[in-house]
């Protein structure tokens, strides 16, 4: 009789991972939504702070228009760069928001912004390039450029640092073992905190004099609260743009969004993007321009975030939670726990078993300092982010 091969030997003799893999974590905001949901599957109430997803839905324009092109059938391919008349309505945006003039040409509509960081870094780096990432920061940066065999290398930023990124510091990091580029985001997730534009610029002039790529995401333009953040194409023509339709759009599920790109680089673009993807979806396209139009409902959406932003910053520091990294854009609170714990990853577990309120851990962001941190997100109502303060107000002086 064959014996019969175990589990384990099947791992060891059978087709594996490339190696890889065991690198790229999970994206743990993701796996508290997962179990957030089977939570109230359950018939127990849940307030999602967890998710950076606006809970508005999209512009009236832009559903009336994917609306009106579905009627009209057959839905296709378009060129893999993206419409024509998007590429332009993208131009105009930066013409209208920033005053620069900018040729259509070097805009390519990607699937969302994961779609544009895989062209990009795919362009720009050969295998087992170092890229430098703000810590905290977004975590798909770190695990995108593991599973493309890239080498992230995070830059610390805290308080003393202003929670950005420091051109000195990438000045050292690089003179340690030289950097291929360098990846900022501002306003930051999950900081929410904005780069003013002397930093901003300063990274790109060290970028420039030691020949690295800049590639700044720009994903939360629109969403500040006092000051407008700057693009980096201010200053810099050859920086690497990243944005999309998701946050200050309201068009997340939709995944379109769009690279900024030097000219020199427009056909190695296209040519992944052809093989990658073929192209954007296309009824996606057609909302995303008409979301242009749609300046009144979309300010209206923002001014629910900033109303949030305004009782989070106020309420908070009453129930312990007073070292807040400056949330000057996007829709989050980072918030130092350290006084309550040293394991965010059990505190947001128990957070979401014992009250129903679903936080992300910092652990997400900053695998170095992220044990002492949360994020809560503010995209939602007004009735969330009061309910989030009372059932915390409750339950902190018990844990």
């Not at 993208?90 to 544009?116: C, D, F, K, N, Q």
Request: charged fraction near 20%; charge should be negative.
């Amino acid at each position: 009789m064959t014996k019969p091969v175990s589990s384990a030997s099947s791992d060891q003799f059978g087709p594996r991972l490339a190696a890889r893999m065991a690198n790229v974590a999970p994206f743990l905001a993701m796996d508290v939504l997962s179990a957030a949901k089977t939570k109230e599957r359950a018939g127990d109430s849940v307030i999602h702070m967890e998710i950076g997803e606006p809970t508005a839905a999209a512009p009236r324009l832009a559903r009336e228009a994917a609306q009106a092109a579905l009627a009209l059938g057959r839905i296709g391919y378009t060129e893999a760069l993206g419409l024509p008349s998007l590429r332009a309505a993208i131009a105009g945006h930066y013409r209208r928001l920033y005053g620069r003039s900018l040729a259509p040409e070097r805009i390519a509509v990607t699937t969302g912004s994961s779609g544009g960081f895989v062209l990009a870094f795919l362009a720009l780096f050969e295998p087992g390039a170092r890229v430098a990432i703000a810590s905290p920061g977004y975590p798909a940066y770190r695990n995108i450029l593991l599973a493309l065999g890239l080498e992230p290398v995070p830059v610390a930023a805290d308080a003393s640092s202003g929670w950005v990124m420091q051109a000195e510091t990438l000045r050292s990091i690089h003179a340690q073992a030289p950097l291929a580029g360098v990846l900022t985001m501002s306003p930051g997730n999950p900081t929410g905190t904005l780069m003013g534009r002397d930093a901003l610029e300063a990274v790109g002039r060290t970028c420039r004099e030691l020949g690295l790529w800049f590639i700044s995401d720009e994903i939360y333009h629109g969403l500040t609260y006092e000051t407008p953040a700057e693009t980096a194409l201010a200053f810099d023509d050859d920086a690497i743009i990243v944005n999309s339709f998701s946050k200050y759009f309201c068009m997340t599920g939709w995944r379109v969004g769009w690279l900024v790109v030097p000219e020199r680089i427009v056909r190695p673009i296209e040519r992944l993007a052809q093989n990658l993807f073929i192209s954007p979806p296309y009824l996606s396209q057609v909302a995303a321009e008409a979301s242009f139009g749609a300046d009144e409902e979309l300010e209206a959406i923002k001014a629910g975030y900033a109303a949030n932003r305004a009782l989070l910053l106020g309420e908070l520091p009453r129930i312990g939670l007073d070292r807040l990294a400056p949330a000057d854009g996007a829709f989050y609170i980072y918030a130092d726990i350290s006084r309550f714990t040293n394991d965010s990853m059990d505190f947001c577990r128990r957070l979401l078993v014992e009250t129903g309120v679903a936080a992300t851990p910092g652990l997400d962001f900053d695998q170095d300092q992220g044990h002492r941190y949360l994020r809560l997100s503010f995209a939602g109502s007004e009735a969330d982010c009061r309910g989030t303060v009372e059932r915390l107000r409750n339950w902190l002086p018990h844990i």
